[in-house]
């Protein structure tokens, strides 16, 4: 299979120039080995190779002898060779000698060093649509943040195409297959989680059925801001809650597993005495994780028209964080006491700031872009700085910008 390239393959390139090693964390089936293969000299497959585990016993620097950068594929199953990378990266003295990938981040241990100053780390996601081919890239989000007005060709994608692009989800491995191939690999994927994963780094037995139902929950409540406590209430069902840890301790370990990515919301200066909301919104770190784990279809989507709204908000925060990414930036999510709010605010360390609307339909335009600008409103420009832009990301459509200085984006010519 060919390979696709990925907005990330730049930000490898530049952090090998400039670190000893670089460690790439992600998802299972994101595409990291492939990803490193591009910029690989030589490899090793630390889970699977069966010499790996006597040589660490007897000489574990023997793992890194090869052509450089080399490749520590999945190097967790074997958690020692941070240090020994570390310590060779010391000894050798040069940029680029070392690429490990991770799917799983391992428990911290004080035996185990930071790495800061040798071990540069990058996050991968599985691939946004412009990545996967499914948009025309004809706006960048560099060039939203630099105040420029989009524009771009009519997108006539439909409602189906976007429910679609939900169900199937960035994966690389899937994106030529049908649509039903795709959403059983995803299911698989989810038990998987269920039934081996979540116990596997939790270290100990954890109940799949009590594992299925927090999925499920977090999967009806995606780009929400559900507590834990409700959460816990779904997990718990006729039996009353599960306790409120036993659910930080389940949350806890698929953020480990990179399976979630909760969105924090955004601080900023208001004008006004309103309160920021600090709850996180609920993701996946891609929806089609939800679609699987909820035994969802195309068309039971296309039916449920308000999930698939908060599902395709969930695509574009996806698709954002790994623009942003490229950009330096991050991506947070506005809500204050008053009921204003912005999807996804996305923010440089520079203090450069854009907010985001999320609407499937055209029906959705005027709302998004009039809860935008109150957004704006209540914001104190002279210490956050004016909004670069205030966009409204849609399913369909042509990028422009409206007479009040919102722009109208479709998510199909969005890029880094």
């Known amino acids: 299979m060919d390979y696709r390239p990925r907005v990330s393959d730049a930000e490898l390139k530049s952090r090998l120039a400039r670190a000893g090693a670089v460690l790439i964390e992600g998802p299972k089936a994101c595409g990291k080995t492939e990803s490193a293969r591009q910029l690989s000299a030589s490899e090793l497959r630390v889970d699977t190779d069966p010499a790996v585990g006597p040589t660490m016993e007897v000489d574990p620097g023997r793992l890194l002898g090869g052509a450089t950068p080399r490749l520590l594929d999945e190097w967790q199953a074997e958690p020692a060779l941070w240090n020994y990378v570390r310590r060779a990266v010391d000894d050798r003295r040069n940029k680029g000698q070392f690429i490990l990938t991770g ?31 499914h948009s025309t890239g004809e706006v960048s989000l ?19 195409e976007n429910a679609t692009r939900i169900t199937v989800g960035g994966w690389p491995a899937l994106q030529d297959d049908e649509v ?38 977090l999967a009806r409540n995606v780009a929400t801001e559900a507590p834990v406590a409700t959460l816990a209430s779904d997990v718990g069902g006729a039996s009353g809650p599960l306790a409120r840890d036993t ?24 004008r006004s ?36 709204g908060f599902l395709f908000e969930s ?6 964080r790994i623009y942003a990414q490229a950009q330096g930036a991050a ?37 998004g872009a009039h809860s935008l600008l109150r957004l704006a409103d209540a914001v104190d420009l002279d210490k956050a700085g004016a909004p670069a832009a205030l966009t409204v990301i849609t399913g369909a459509g042509f990028a422009h910008r409206r007479p009040d200085g919102v722009n109208v984006v479709p998510i199909a010519t969005l890029r880094d």
């Open 315 to 320: 695509l574009a925060v996806r698709d954002l």
């Open 180 to 217: 039903s191939d795709a959403a059983a690999a995803v299911g698989d994927y989810v038990d998987l989680i269920a039934d081996v994963d979540l116990s596997r780094v939790s270290g100990t037995r954890r109940d799949p059925a009590r594992i299925r139902l927090l999925l499920q929950s």
């Open 142 to 160: 560099g060039s939203l943040l630099a105040g420029a007005a989009p524009s771009s060709g009519m997108v006539d994608a439909t409602i189906e």
């Open 273 to 308: 005495s309103a309160t920021l909301r600090k709850s996180p919104k609920r993701h996946f770190v891609d929806p089609s994780i939800a679609v699987a784990t909820l035994g969802a279809d195309v068309p039971g989507l296309v039916r449920d028209l308000r999930y698939l």
């Open 331 to 367: 991506v947070s999510h506005y809500r204050d006491s008053t009921g204003r709010e912005g999807d996804a605010i996305v923010h440089k360390p520079d203090g450069t700031w854009a907010a985001f609307e999320v609407k499937l339909g055209q029906g959705g335009i005027a709302a």
């Open 103 to 133: 799917s799983t981040n391992p428990v911290e241990d004080v035996a185990q060093h930071s790495g800061a100053g040798r071990i540069s780390r990058m996050r991968m996601r599985p691939m946004s649509l412009w990545e996967s081919g």
């Open 247 to 270: 659910v930080m301790e389940y949350l806890h370990a698929l953020d480990r597993l990179m399976v979630i990515e909760d969105q924090p919301a955004w601080s900023t200066h208001l």
